[in-house]
């Protein structure tokens, strides 16, 4: 069966990024605020980290931060405690954790993202949050 394919006025792919530089065994965090023109549906959450040494690769980083997730619009914690790398976004693109169906967040939903680098050394950590962004509902 052949799907009809959505125009860009109604729905286009994007990208949220969460940048954020941490010194050894340090936390941060991030606000993200979404955009004004949509409503998001998410669809995954990957991650990369700068390699802590010259000799990793990235079929050898580690669990190198975790993260709390928290909804500060609705003020909830989508979690009850930080959540290691690995759970949250796995190593792009082999191990990328998608999630089970769509989550739709409303226009300008604000999010805190509270880091911990579980290194010694300096982490520059990059999470996308991927997703469509939806301009109008479908009838």
């Known amino acids: ?13 994007f990208t949220y990024i969460v ?9 941060g965090s ?10 998001f549906d998410l669809q995954v959450i990957e991650a990369s980290t700068i390699p802590n040494s010259t000799n990793e690769t990235a079929s ?7 993260v709390l ?15 290691p790398r690995f759970l949250l976004a ?7 954790v998608t999630e089970g169906r769509c989550i739709r967040f409303p226009r300008k939903q604000q999010f805190e993202f509270q880091f911990l680098n579980l290194t010694a050394v300096s982490l520059a950590i990059t999470l996308a949050l991927k997703g469509y962004k939806v301009f109008q509902r479908a009838l």
């Open 69 to 83: 997730m928290r909804d500060v619009t609705g003020g909830r914690d989508y979690s009850t405690a930080p959540v």
């Open 60 to 66: 050898t980083i580690t669990n190198n931060f975790s």
């Open 30 to 39: 991030y606000t993200l605020i979404l955009a004004n023109d949509s409503e």
């Open 90 to 96: 796995g190593i792009a693109p082999t191990n990328v």
């Open 1 to 13: 069966m052949r799907q009809e394919a959505i125009p860009l006025s109604v729905q286009q792919p």
């Open 19 to 27: 940048p954020i530089t941490l010194t050894a065994n340090a936390s």
